[in-house]
C-alpha cells in the first residue's frame, strides 16, 4: 500500500517560513500586474514595512486574471510580459515572489523566475495542474475552493505531495453563501491544519470579495479585512495573505477588496501582537 508524503509542517520561501506554531508570516501584494513601475514602486514600499515591523514577506502578483467575471475585464499583462519582470523583482528586491498558474504548461516557464506556485480556488482540483506545479519543486500555494469543505483539502494536498513535493500550502478564502457572497468559518483554519497537515493561510481579502457582485465585475467590502484578519490570526494560522494597492478604487482588479496601502503596516502590526497572543497559548 503506497502511503502519501505527508507535507512539511514548515515551508521556507525565501526568508520567509510559514508554519502554524511559528510567528506570522506575509504574502503580499497587488491582486494584478498592471505594469513594471507599479509592481516595482509596490515590492519596494512592501518589503520596507515588513523589514520594519519584522515580518516575513513573499510578493505576490498575477500576470493573468483568467477567471474575470466578465470577458470584458481586464486579465492583466499576461505571461510572456510578466515574466522579466518577476526575474527583475527578485534580483533588484531580493523577496520572493508568488504568482498565479491556470494550465499546466505554464507551470515549468513560471518556475523559473518566481519562488511559489499559486493554485486559484477555481483550479484546486485539477489534477494535471497540481501534478505540473508539484513536479516544479517551487512550493505550491493551494487556494481553498469556495465549493470545498475544509477536510477535502486533504485530498488536494495528497496529489501535490504524491508527485513528489512537500512543500505545500493551504490557503482558506471563504465559502460560498448564497448568491454573490462568501462566508469565512474560523472552525476552517484549525481543521485545515489537522486534516491536511500543511501550514494555513489565511486570505483576508478575498475573503470579503463579492463574486460577480457587480455584474460585469466583482465587488468587496473591505471595511471587513482587517475585522476577518484579526479573527483568523486569533485562532492560529501560518500567514496571512493581503492585497494591498496604493489606490485601490484605480486598481484594474479586485479593488473593492483591497486594503490601501497606507493602511496596511498599521493592521500588521495589530495582527503580529494578535499573533503572539494566540501562539503563547498554544
Known amino acids: ?9 514548515i515551508v521556507a520561501v525565501g526568508a520567509a517560513r510559514f508554519g502554524n506554531a511559528l510567528p506570522l508570516a506575509l504574502i503580499a501584494g497587488p491582486c494584478a500586474l498592471e ?36 470577458a470584458k475585464s481586464n486579465r492583466g499583462i499576461g505571461l510572456d510580459g510578466a515574466l522579466p519582470i518577476f526575474a527583475e523583482i527578485r534580483r533588484k528586491f531580493g ?41 516544479t519543486g517551487r512550493a505550491v500555494n493551494v487556494k481553498k475552493g469556495q465549493f470545498l469543505a475544509p477536510w477535502d483539502m486533504a485530498n488536494v494536498v495528497g496529489k501535490v505531495t504524491a508527485a513528489g513535493n512537500v512543500n505545500v500550502l493551504v490557503t482558506e478564502r471563504g465559502a460560498s453563501f448564497g448568491y454573490n457572497t462568501l462566508v469565512s468559518d474560523m472552525r476552517a483554519l484549525p481543521i485545515l491544519a489537522r486534516t491536511t497537515g500543511a501550514p494555513v493561510i489565511f486570505d483576508a481579502t478575498h475573503s470579503v ?32 495573505f493581503i492585497e494591498t494597492h496604493q489606490d485601490p478604487d484605480q486598481a484594474l482588479s479586485d ?26 497559548n498554544l
Open 209 to 240: 470579495q463579492q463574486p460577480g457582485g457587480k455584474g460585469t465585475s466583482s465587488g468587496g467590502e473591505r471595511e471587513f479585512v482587517p475585522v476577518l484578519a484579526r479573527a483568523a490570526v486569533a485562532v492560529g494560522v501560518a500567514g496571512v
Open 35 to 70: 505594469s513594471r513601475d507599479h509592481a516595482f514602486e509596490m515590492a519596494a514600499a512592501l518589503k520596507d514595512i515588513a523589514g520594519k515591523i519584522g515580518i516575513g514577506f513573499v510578493y505576490k502578483t498575477s500576470f493573468d486574471k483568467a477567471n474575470r467575471t466578465s
Open 95 to 135: 523577496v520572493p515572489v508568488l504568482t498565479d498558474v491556470h494550465e499546466a504548461e505554464q507551470c515549468t516557464r513560471v518556475a523559473e523566475v518566481v519562488d511559489v506556485l499559486q493554485i486559484p480556488a477555481f483550479l484546486c482540483r485539477q489534477t494535471d495542474l497540481l501534478v505540473a506545479a508539484a513536479a
Open 1 to 9: 500500500m503506497n502511503v502519501e508524503p505527508a507535507p512539511n509542517p
Open 255 to 280: 479593488g473593492p477588496n483591497m486594503i490601501p496601502l497606507k493602511q496596511l503596516e498599521g493592521l500588521l502590526r495589530r495582527l503580529i501582537e494578535f499573533d503572539k497572543l494566540a501562539k503563547n
